[in-house]
């Protein structure tokens, strides 16, 4: 019984100090699983047409597709560029230009950051030391969030002895099946 009531308490004030960090890593998770098809943290504000001359595929490079960016204004930061499906693609830090390599006809998108979803969407990809060592505990907190939540029913039919390990290792299995399948 004191375990149980141990765990629950390291459970629950484990929980409510990083409940802030909890919604908005499974906010901005959600949002980046999606950024193939959209840009989630990037609205547009901006389209506008063009037409240049391209030179033959062979010579479309990184280094051609930042004088074309500068050439038609673009003075952010270029990301990287590909030539794909007859279509020239460059993305910068606040544009995309697609090209098609045919006709030359395209258009430049602009973009300003998505207030908030932004931020939010930075906590994933932030590489400062001290944002790591505050992710490493916060993950070691989960760990221990994940083992008092198993402590804190001792026993009875929805203990995790009689039914939640059933349930933790559907919720191992399934996503090693998704990683074997899809990797």
């Not at 409510?16 to 949002?31: D, E, M, R, V």
């Not at 944002?131 to 198993?150: K, N």
Request: net charge positive; hydrophobic share 45%.
């Amino acid at each position: 019984m004191a375990t149980s009531l141990k765990a629950r308490n390291i459970h629950r004030d484990l929980g409510y100090f990083y409940i802030g960090l909890i919604i908005s890593f499974a906010f901005s998770g959600i949002l980046m699983n999606h950024r193939d098809s959209w840009h989630p943290e990037k609205y547009t504000i901006e389209t506008k047409a063009i037409e240049v001359k391209l030179p033959s595929e062979d010579k479309i490079n990184d280094s051609f597709a930042d004088s074309l960016g500068k050439a038609l204004g673009i003075d952010d930061k270029i990301r990287r560029s590909k030539v794909d499906e007859g279509k020239f693609k460059i993305s910068f830090e606040k544009h995309d230009l697609e090209i098609d390599t045919k006709t030359g006809k395209g258009e430049i998108v602009s973009y300003i950051k998505t207030p908030v979803i932004s931020q939010m969407m930075k906590l994933h990809k932030n590489t400062s030391n001290w944002w790591i060592y505050y992710g490493d505990i916060f993950g070691i907190s989960l760990i221990v969030i994940a083992i008092t939540g198993t402590l804190m029913i001792p026993a009875g039919k929805f203990s995790f002895k009689k039914r939640g390990w059933k349930l933790a290792i559907a919720g191992i299995i399934f996503p090693l099946i998704v990683l074997f399948l899809l990797g």
